[in-house]
Structures are given as C-alpha cells and as structure tokens.
C-alpha cells in the first residue's frame, strides 16, 4: 500500500512524504491512503541500549532453537512498543546473532554483542566466558565475529563474604578495547562496584553500562571522548530492591542509584550520550518505563526524550532522517512528549521499513 504522510519532527520542521516499497519518496504521487499524521509528532522510533533479547542474565535455557526463537519473540515485542533500534549487549551464547538474519520488518535495527565475557566466578555461573586477564585479548577477538558490534564486559561481581569485586583491571580492559575497536566493534561494560566505571573509563571503554559509582571527572573524560552512560536505572532499583535495604548489597546499590541522581542531569553537558537500556527489569518494547525514571532522577524532559530517541540514533550512527530514498522508519505520537512522558508508551502509528508495526491505517 502506498500512503501518503506529512511528518512533523519534534523541532517543529515538517514535510510530506510518499511510502513506496519500503521507502520515502517524494510527495506528489499517486497513494491509496493519505494518513491524517499533520497533526502528530514524529520520530525514527524509540531506542533501547541495553537489552537483552535473548532472555536475559540468569536464563539458563541454552538450547539453540529455543533461544533463537525467543530472541526473534523479544524482537519483535520491541517492534509493536515503537522500539525500532536495540543495542543488544549479549547473552550466555552467540546464537542470539542469527535474529540479524531476520526481515527487518520483523525486528528492529539492531546492533549486537554475542557471549558476555568475565573472569572466573564473575558472573552468573555458566553464563559467560570466562577468562583470565591474560586470555582476554584472545577472548575478545573472538567475540568479534558473526555479525557482532559489541563486546560485552561484566566488570564486576559480588563475591560472598567480600563484596562486589572488580573483575578486570585498567590495564587489561584497555588492551580489550584496543582489540575491539581494531575490529571494528565497541565495548560495554557492567559496571556496578565503587571503582569499576573509574577504571572502565580511564581504559577507553566505550559504553558504561548502570555506572552506579561513575564520578563528575569521569564524566567529563566519557564525554570528551563522545562515550555513552546507560544507568538502566529500573534495572539498578529492581536489585536494590531484591537485595532488601538492610542488606549490604542493598545499601550499596541504594548510595549508587544516589549518585545516579545527584550526577544525571549533568553528563549531557559534558557531552556524554545518556541512554535509555531495559536490562532484564523492563518488558521488551515498554523503554518508556525507563524513560520516566531518567525523569525521574532528574534527567529534563527534553533531554529524556533525546535519549530515547535521537541521541542513541546519533550515537549508534543509525540513520534516522526523513529523506527521499531513506527507508520508510517513522514513529508517531498524538501529542508532544516532551510535554508528558507518559506519552512515549503511547505511540499512535509506526512504519518500519513501510509496514505498520504499531497502531493502523
């Protein structure tokens, strides 16, 4: 079907468009429907950079099909929320990459990390590989292939009767990331514990991932360098509240999401990309939920909705402009979110790649 668009963008430009086959073209030729979007607010979609699509951190179900199948499931769950771009940050196999096989019309854009990497008993057992420093480098060359984008690191880890313990050093983070980035790929890290977001930074990790401890000069280094946060902040209550208040675990995640608040509105000044990641608390598809709690912690409206949207786009080097030729990507909302949140778990209509994958025609 070709349909006829006007599309206004949240800087107040607007334009008309023609779907045809997947993408824009210009307007002016014959539609069968011209949708009645004058009114509304456009975006290229949500963004969620932290997902899990396999299933999630704990997910001991590895068997190959079932996990395939569950991913191209969440995939698609993000579609139908507006969600139309996902950082992917790994999972306990590499089977995940193959939804990058999928029809795009079936899943979002996606950018991916295959297996999570750690070092012995830093991680959920079995989970990821783990490896000593001195095998990192040859673990992360690995993790480079089969369509991956990503590098996932977990940082750090409790240890019973010691606390949550860094996993890698500055030293051999820094070599990972220099493997990585001559592979044409980026490096997340979990980073949970007082010292890990320091050290992650300092080594040129490109993406801190919750960030609990992160400080103001290790902000303004991420930024000077174009590096992203994403607190997951849902994520990071959910454990508090797992933990329980009177546990240390949970005294300690409860000072971190603090320092969450009290640095947040900050670091897009400083020129860090802040993100919005659903970690394994907040439903594929429903990063609106997250958005709110960015707001939340003191993140402004405008800037909420830029993380969520444009910011990741930018940051990911995902195309994300309504031109002529460009494929047919727009999410609409009824009203201004910037205005109220709460609008961004209410898109009106969504088209990826000239399919309605939210609301209807």
Not at 55 to 65: E, R
Not at 199 to 209: K, T
Request: hydrophobic share 45%; charged share 20%.
């Amino acid at each position: 079907m070709r349909l006829g668009l006007t599309i206004r963008t949240l800087d107040g430009a607007s334009r008309e468009l023609t779907v045809v086959d997947g993408h824009f073209r210009p307007a002016g030729e014959h539609v069968d429907l011209e949708v009645d979007s004058g009114g509304w607010w456009a975006v290229p979609g949500l963004a969620d950079c932290h997902a899990h699509l396999g299933g999630g951190a704990g997910d001991d179900n590895t068997d190959p099909d079932e996990v395939l199948e569950r991913t191209k499931a969440n995939a698609w769950a993000q579609l139908e929320g507006g969600v139309f771009l996902v950082a992917d940050k790994g999972h306990s196999t590499d089977v995940t990459l193959r939804v990058l096989a999928e029809p795009p019309t079936t899943r979002p854009e996606l950018q991916m990390a295959g297996r999570m990497l750690a070092n012995p008993g830093g991680y959920f057992t079995g989970f990821a590989i783990e490896v000593d420093e001195h095998e990192l480098v040859d673990a992360v060359r690995g993790s480079t292939g089969g369509g991956a984008t990503w590098v996932k690191l977990v940082g750090d880890w409790p240890r019973k009767g010691i606390g949550a313990v860094t996993n890698f050093t500055e030293a051999a983070m820094h070599q990972a990331v220099d493997v990585a980035h001559a592979a044409d790929c980026r490096v997340a890290i979990h980073a949970a514990a007082p010292e890990t977001s320091t050290l992650a930074v300092a080594a040129g990790i490109d993406s801190i991932e919750h960030g609990l401890f992160i400080t103001a000069d290790d902000l303004a280094a991420l930024g000077a360098r174009g590096g992203a946060w994403v607190p997951t902040i849902a994520a990071m209550e959910g454990v508090r509240d797992m933990l329980g208040a009177a546990s240390s675990g949970g005294k300690l995640f409860a000072e971190g999401l603090d320092n969450v608040r009290e640095l947040l509105a900050s670091a897009p000044g400083l020129g860090v990309s802040v993100l919005a990641g659903s970690d394994i608390e907040v439903a594929h598809g429903d990063i609106a939920t997250e958005a709110l709690r960015l707001g939340d912690y003191g993140l402004p409206a405008e800037a909420v909705v830029h993380a969520t949207t444009s910011a990741a786009y930018e940051y990911l080097a995902a195309s994300h402009s309504f031109e002529p030729g460009g494929h047919a990507d727009v999410l609409f909302f009824d009203a201004d979110p910037r205005d109220d949140l709460e609008v961004l778990a209410r898109p009106a209509l969504g088209l990826r790649h000239g399919e309605v994958v939210v609301g209807s025609v």
